[in-house]
């Protein structure tokens, strides 16, 4: 009797974890123009700072990038690793949850990202060469595509406004974006902060 109920529980979890991934990755697609959008602009502010980055900016860019070293500095492996996800989840949920004021702060923050990112890859280039680039590759194929999908979703809450019951597609929206940050995004992030929280003790 007792494996008997172990079996249902285990196949309730199961089920439930097949049905939740499925929604959320229904959602994802439902969400695809806006995701498109926010790669679309994060990719123009990429070229856009390999051809211009005025001393102004790239001194703040260098400062910050500066500060967050400093702030890595002495960290273990896996304080490492929680301190990027740290970052990473903080960034990822509010660039989402902020998204409701018209999408706008998500479309911004996909523009500061992808200016920043290319800035240090047209410096790392310049400086070590091509193969510099090999180091953003490993945790980039997690991270990137979680901040995407986040400011996507981000700036697809935004939208709400122009259907035609606000509050339950709010509602909706709001419900379906927490879903996939929780069982997409999130497991995204932590596989990402692994691999770079391991490359940075390694070539440290």
Known sequence: MEKQKKQVRKSRR????????S???KYIKESKNFILLIILIYLWA???AIYYHPPEIANLI???LED???????LGTGETILFILDNNFKSSFWALVLGVFLGIFPVLISFANGYVLGFVAEKAVSREGL????RLLPHGIFE???????????TRLGFFIFAKNKKAEFLRRVQESLR????VILPLLIIASIIEGILIYLVG
Do not use: H
């Open 144 to 154: 990137i595509p979680a901040l995407f999908i986040s400011l996507g979703l981000g």
């Open 180 to 183: 996939v940050f929780l069982f």
């Open 46 to 48: 990429f070229i856009i």
């Open 14 to 21: 199961k089920n439930f974890l097949v049905e939740t991934y």
């Open 62 to 64: 260098i400062e910050f």
């Open 68 to 74: 967050l070293l400093k702030r890595t500095e002495g």
């Open 23 to 25: 929604f959320s990755w």
């Open 131 to 134: 193969l510099s680039l090999w």
